[in-house]
């Protein structure tokens, strides 16, 4: 049943236009399809997110701003300093501005007003930059039906590599009324994706979030201290968000924060730890 409404839910995503109405409704059943249940009021983790979706708080304009990967430097500049923001070494408003551009032998290529898009690009390789010409085209928001995205100017934004690594440990917290409750690390992106939670004492947890649960230990930066601080700033005028933090151990820097994670569409690593997961994303268990 649940395969039959996923199916019918992407026809409808084809076919009804892009407004509140049917946002709501493509994106109710993605979540039966997906949860295998309806959305509730229960204070559940993805429950949340999808109400965070579906509703104006989407909309609010620290929401939009945020969702820029160029604009997000001025929130980050305003909040906690520029020193938290990886340099920006050029930013284009169309494919003709940017075909022509000399990039650096090292660094990082992306869409500023969409996720997971990007080129990374170490010692001078060739890099196919013809794949940009479609980012100017993007709407993000037609994809995931996330409204925070919809009214964004798409860009290009070029930034040296952080830390100048093209394997870097992503350090997500999950803050909710300005407080980090979990932290989520990945592991393995192209060796076998596992994922891991700790918790702001850096306490392992026992479940995972999509992907299996890393049976690893990592360790703890060395300035967590000051990571936590950076993400509880950032995240203290919204109830909840995701601010990714980049760290060697020495200095963090801002990757992005993100208002929805993966539009309320991840299933936790066993099921049933959603209860346990938004019990202490919430406040019931410290």
Request: proline share 4%; net charge positive; hydrophobic share 35%.
């Amino acid at each position: 049943m649940y395969k039959l409404i996923l199916a019918v839910r992407s026809i409808l995503h084809r076919i009804l236009p892009y407004n509140e109405f049917s946002d709501f409704i493509i994106n109710y059943l993605t979540f039966i399809g997906v949860h295998k249940r309806k959305p509730g009021k229960k204070l559940w983790f993805n429950d949340y997110l999808y109400k965070i979706k579906n509703t104006q708080e989407m909309l609010n304009p620290i929401r939009q701003f945020i969702s820029d990967k160029y604009l997000v430097k001025d929130y980050v500049r305003a909040k906690v300093g520029d020193k938290y923001n990886v340099p920006t070494l050029a930013v284009f408003y169309s494919y003709e501005e940017l075909k022509n551009y000399n990039f650096p032998e090292n660094c990082c290529i992306k869409p500023t007003q969409a996720s997971q898009a990007v080129i990374l690009r170490k010692n001078n390789e060739d890099i196919s930059i013809e794949q940009t010409e479609k980012w100017f085209n993007l709407n993000y928001y037609k994809q995931t039906r996330e409204r925070n995205y919809k009214y964004l100017v798409p860009k290009v934004i070029v930034e040296p590599l952080i830390f100048n690594s093209t394997d870097l440990i992503d350090y997500r917290f999950y803050c909710f009324n300005g407080k980090a409750k979990l932290i989520c690390i990945d592991v393995g992106k192209f060796s076998g994706y596992k994922r891991v939670f700790y918790n702001k004492y850096w306490e392992k947890q026992d479940f995972s979030l999509k992907y299996p649960l890393y049976e690893g230990e990592i360790s703890k930066p060395d300035n967590f201290e000051e990571m936590l601080k950076i993400a509880e700033k950032l995240s203290e005028d919204l109830n909840f968000v995701r601010v990714d933090l980049y760290s060697n151990g020495i200095e963090c820097l801002v990757g992005e924060i993100t208002n929805c994670h993966a539009s309320a569409s991840q299933t936790f690593v066993p099921l049933n730890a959603e209860e346990k997961a938004s019990r202490i994303i919430f406040g019931e268990i410290e």
